[in-house]
């Protein structure tokens, strides 16, 4: 157990419509990561917060956004849904605010969208 | 520029072979490179990585060898072990105000009995 929890596990929502996903990092963690999963592009970085606020920015797409809380639990909220964002969406969280590349991820499950 | 490109997609190995993935980048200021290691309903987790100051890096039956010059690292993984079965992702990145990892799409290791 990575310590991160992502929740709700499965989500099944219809084009057009409006989710969101939590993520409670690790005891400690400051940092959020989230990363989107699909078959064809593979694991994707969307965004990172530290502390409660923006820290890098990958592929993340203008309908899609996310904030950490001061509790520094991290919700990503996805808008207007497409077939293309089923995927499974990730969380991962780590100590500092370095980036990915100088940080230990600690990933949670994941949260398996299904967009019919 | 930034891709990481992953090989093979999938493996089948038996008990007690040495499972080889291969990885090649582009991005040459790229100046981390993790293994992550995933199983069936579970997250990535970090396996090893390797920065390349260094040409090769072992952890247990784990080892990356890195060939800077050839812009490609890899994953060797001695006496393999059914409990080895997952999917392996190789990535790369590097630091500053935008650093993140870039993935290579994964590889599917069967460890057979």
């Known amino acids: 157990d990575s310590g991160v929890t992502q929740t709700p596990k499965h989500l099944i929502t219809a084009t057009g419509q409006r989710v969101t996903l939590r993520c409670s990092p690790r005891?400690?963690?400051?940092?959020v990561y989230w990363y989107q999963q699909s078959l064809d592009q593979g694991l994707q970085f969307l965004i990172q917060?530290?502390?409660?606020?923006?820290?890098a920015k990958g592929n993340i797409l203008e309908r899609f956004s996310a904030q950490q809380f001061p509790d520094l639990h991290s919700e990503l909220n996805l808008s207007s849904l497409e077939l293309g964002d089923s995927a499974l969406y990730f969380c991962?969280?780590?100590?500092?605010?370095?980036?990915?590349?100088?940080?230990?991820?600690?990933f949670g499950s994941g949260t398996q969208l299904s967009v019919l | 520029q930034q891709q990481v490109k992953q090989s093979p997609q999938s493996l089948i190995v038996q008990k007690g072979g040495i499972s080889i993935i291969n990885c090649a980048y582009e991005?040459?200021?790229?100046?981390?490179f993790p293994w992550y290691q995933q199983f069936p309903g579970k997250g990535p987790a970090l396996l090893i990585a390797i920065r390349p100051d260094v040409s090769e890096k072992k952890e247990g039956r784990f080892t990356i060898s890195f060939n800077k010059s050839a812009k490609q690292f890899s994953l060797h993984i001695m006496d393999s072990q059914p409990g080895d079965s997952a999917t392996y992702f190789c990535?790369?990145?590097?630091?500053?105000?935008?650093?993140?990892?870039?993935f290579g799409k994964g590889t599917k290791l069967s460890v057979k009995p």
């Open positions: 991962a969280s780590s100590v500092g605010p370095q980036t990915a590349t100088n940080e230990k991820l600690f």
């Open positions: 991005n040459t200021a790229f100046d981390y």
């Open positions: 917060y530290y502390n409660g606020e923006e820290r």
């Open positions: 005891s400690g963690d400051l940092s």
């Open positions: 990535a790369g990145g590097y630091g500053g105000s935008q650093g993140n990892l870039i």
